[in-house]
Antibody, heavy 121, light 114 residues
Framework: EVQLVESGGGVVQPGGSLRLSCAASGFTFDDYAMHWVRQAPGKGLEWVSLISGDGGSTYYADSVKGRFTISRDNSKNSLYLQMNSLRTEDTALYYC??????????????WGQGTLVTVSS | DIVMTQSPDSLAVSLGERATINCKSSQSVLYSSNNKNYLAWYQQKPGQPPKLLIYWASTRESGVPDRFSGSGSGTDFTLTISSLQAEDVAVYYCQQYYSTPPITFGPGTKVDIK
């Protein structure tokens, strides 16, 4: 059974940093690209970042480019999102999501339950 | 970037009746070399993460009830729930993966019981 479990969310002041983690199990982790997708309270889904199966390719939404860094440790079946220079508009539930593909993004076939990030003074 | 729009924003349908949700992309998501539409649909119930329903615009994910169907091509797509059940109350999102990054979602359509 595929499982994705996010952690690391919390309350942080504007300008602060957080590191999110996603522990994956139930599939061959390095065979698949992985994503972070966020959802602000009461709003829709916003794709944040993508990393290929081998970690060699990364992509970001313009809204987070230069502030967020996605990475993965395939030996630990883990995905990460380092978030710096956080803004109030980054407040959201952050989902870890598995892609159906290794490199070229397709659709998200599994999602975690999410971890809540609140940016507030 | 490809912009996705959905209509209506919300709809209320009687149990057992048909629900139809529309999704439109700002440019075609049909890849001519393989004749596939790069579009997926998700269902998000309150307090839960999204769940994949359909990919390639019309291929139902394993385990998804056959009352859910997807259709359309190019820029115009439809998700149909043929006979609405109480457990189908949710927000439904379309997503394009034709031109990425960025991956883009529609704004969502909320489905309720009338």
């Amino acid at each position: 059974e595929v499982q994705l479990v996010e952690s690391g969310g919390g309350v942080v002041q504007p300008g602060g940093s957080l590191r999110l983690s996603c522990a994956a199990s139930g599939f061959t982790f390095d065979d698949y690209a992985m994503h972070w997708v966020r959802q602000a309270p009461g709003k829709g889904l916003e794709w944040v970042s993508l990393i290929s199966g081998d970690g060699g390719s990364t992509y970001y939404a313009d809204s987070v480019k230069g502030r967020f860094t996605i990475s993965r440790d395939n030996s630990k079946n883990s995905l990460y999102l380092q978030m710096n220079s956080l803004r109030t508009e980054d407040t959201a539930l952050y989902y870890c999501a598995k892609d159906r593909s290794t490199v070229t993004p397709l659709w998200f076939d599994y999602w975690g339950q999410g971890t809540l990030v609140t940016v507030s003074s | 970037d490809i912009v996705m729009t959905q209509s209506p924003d919300s709809l209320a349908v009687s149990l057992g009746e048909r629900a139809t949700i529309n999704c439109k992309s700002s440019q075609s998501v049909l890849y001519s070399s393989n004749n596939k539409n790069y579009l997926a649909w998700y269902q998000q119930k309150p307090g839960q993460p999204p769940k994949l329903l359909i990919y390639w615009a019309s291929t139902r994910e394993s385990g998804v009830p056959d009352r859910f169907s997807g259709s359309g091509s190019g820029t115009d797509f439809t998700l149909t729930i043929s006979s609405l059940q109480a457990e189908d109350v949710a927000v439904y999102y379309c997503q394009q993966y034709y031109s990425t990054p960025p991956i883009t979602f529609g704004p969502g359509t909320k489905v309720d019981i009338k």
